[in-house]
């Protein structure tokens, strides 16, 4: 234990110096929220069809794109992903041609046109944003998956089978924006603008074959129609009005669409075809929003989706103080009153299957007012906890919030991510890709298991009470049969099992519950030979856990965690994945860079670029306090 004790010593000392020399004036963090190339892809088209002059970053953007191709000539969500990843090559090569400083006969162009042509082209693209993009820029038909929804479907009445909310806060504010698009067959080019017909290949059509499931859709959105009143052109003058106010009323103060990059990429497109010119204020506001969404690593830069900076404070906030370092420390107090002055106020559209609860949540970004969701509420409730127990003001900050979690929990007893009960199946029948995650916000293990583990540990909550109780019922339930959960925002099974586990240890469930049993002997029975853990981003594809081969740091931090929260003594096999996790912090290779969170299975992947020294931080302060601080 003495030379584990000293590494453990040692690694929290680095970390904590770390984070200390990091933490800006006003309380916060800021690290990079990276998500591949797409958004970057994106902002270049868009900005080289508004005549946007911004060089600068158009040119930092091309360069990082360029820096990621594969020798095969391919991009890549993740270092392991099989065969490249076809969408995203395809937005990184059309928007290298738009930028202007790459050309056709490039070699690095003519590599990147093989590979998209080997696999088939445009037509077998998976991802309904590349299809979007596309199509809103002239290069191809708007897919069927979107134009067979009818615009008028944002006038269906709540009591109808498919309506708007039942659609995932997520995926609405995509959906809109593309709906206008499609129904006014939209397409917007520059003379400028490369042509890439040559990619599509007339074997492959895209337009999905209709199954069963997409017929009863179909019948229902035909029903919901018929339910309409007034003549068909008064209708969809309304729907496309309704469309239009439902974008502008959730434009945040830095000009974006519910402070992601990806929908308000997609509303300025939506502008153009509802007719606002490119230099309006709206789209000019949306652009100084999307360009301030910028992280810059040297020469490069890359366009964050949506910036972490809330969540990132809130988890570094806590991971300290959970290190030690005390609530009426400096940089706990600047932290505490960065997350007050953030916590929401509006009944945003979380109430409306959550009415006649007074807001208290807190959203992921810092300019996100009106999409609260239940983890970054919980991690900043953490943060703010020892405050709580003295301050007036962060007392009444923390039982709103907590308030706010509990009216958040669903029918069925787990916890969602934005909106209440929005489950309802038939919406992932549509026929597009990732439907099945991106459509519903059903309860998930790694939600449940969060809210539950600051329900237990912050409020002394258990399951003598009936709310927690269903929730424990919850996580055992949806345990997979090798003992593992799956985590629906981090890779995958080792973060979902490691979320149940705390979770339930924290609910008081007993150690020896057949549950816990098998979550910890699964983690066991992955753990690498070097000691730590590491899970590739395929997982979430084939809905398996799939090894990395390589041990990354937030990985093995959260195994360890989940471990050190239901051994009742340190192991052979948690010492060995100390070792390895303090080793860990020194390197800076490619498994410390792989993306650990998630998005959207085979289209969306993050790489937190804090995630390597938060979770070890929090992971080596739990081994401590637990066994070493009871010596």
Known sequence: MGDARSAVDEGIRKLRDFFMRQQHQDGSWHFCFENGVTMDAYVMILFRILDIQNEELIRRLHDRILAEQQPEGCWRWYRDEQEG?????????????????????????ERARHYIQLQGGPGKSTSILTKAILAATGQRKWPASISFIP????LFPAYMPINLYEFSGYSRIHLIPMLIMADRNFSISTDKAPNISDLFDSRYDDDEPQHKEHREITENIRIGLSRLLG????????????????????????????????????????????????????ILKAVQGLTEMQYRFGDKATIQNSPSTIWDTALISYALQESGVVGDHETVQRSAAYLLSRQQDKAADWSVHNPDTVPGGWGFSETNTLNPDVDDTTAALRAIHSLSRTDPKYRDSSTRGLNWVMSMQNKDG????????????????????????????????????????????????????????????????????DGSWYGRWGICYIYGTWAALTGLEAARLPADHAAIQKGAEWLLQIQNSDGGWGESCTSDRVMQYMPLGESTPSQTAWALDALIAVQPQPSAAVNR??????ELLQNDDWPTAYPTGAGLPGNFYSH???YRYIWPLLTLSHYKKKWVGSE
């Open 151 to 154: 615009l008028e479907i944002i």
């Open 231 to 282: 003549t068909p052109r008064y209708i969809h003058e309304a729907a496309l009005n309704k469309a239009e106010q439902f974008m502008l009323n959730r434009i945040e103060s830095d000009g974006t669409l519910y402070s992601y990059a990806s929908s308000t990429i997609l509303m300025v497109f939506a502008l153009l075809a509802l007719g606002y010119d490119k230099q309006h204020p709206l």
């Open 85 to 109: 990843n076809l969408s995203v090559s395809i937005d990184a090569y059309y928007a290298l041609l738009y930028s202007g400083y790459s050309e056709p006969t490039d070699e690095s162009m």
């Open 577 to 582: 994945g100390i070792y390895k996790l303090v």
């Open 414 to 481: 787990g916890w969602p991510a934005f909106e209440k009960n929005t489950n309802k199946k038939m919406l992932t029948w549509l026929a597009i890709d990732g439907a099945k995650s991106a459509a519903i916000d059903p309860s998930g293990a790694d939600l449940t298991g969060r809210t539950l583990e600051y329900l237990g540990n912050c409020c002394g909550l258990d399951m003598r009470h009936d709310f927690i109780k269903r929730g424990v019922n919850w996580l055992i339930s949806h345990q997979e049969k």
């Open 608 to 610: 937190y670029h804090s």
